[in-house]
């Protein structure tokens, strides 16, 4: 079976989405460690929840391109 160029582009935009969703959550978690807060802050003080802040932020970076 060959790939059509229509799976070609799906594939890549799976690829970008899904190098959006891991460099976000990594950038999430160093923004955890290195600036965040203690408590008082939503999303920093939490590391799950500053992972997946930045997992959906790099998504939504990696599916606008």
């Known amino acids: 079976m060959e790939t059509t160029a229509k799976d070609k582009r799906r594939r890549k ?3 970008k989405i ?3 969703i ?3 959550g ?3 978690y ?3 460690y290195f600036i965040g807060c203690d408590g008082t802050c939503p999303i920093s003080s ?3 929840r500053s ?3 930045g997992s959906v932020m790099g998504t939504l970076l990696g599916s606008a391109f």
């Open 22 to 24: 891991v460099i976000g």
């Open 18 to 20: 899904a190098i959006g």
């Open 30 to 32: 160093l923004y955890y």
């Open 51 to 53: 992972i997946l802040y």
């Open 26 to 28: 990594l950038a999430g």
């Open 46 to 48: 939490n590391p799950y």
């Open 13 to 15: 935009r799976i690829m």
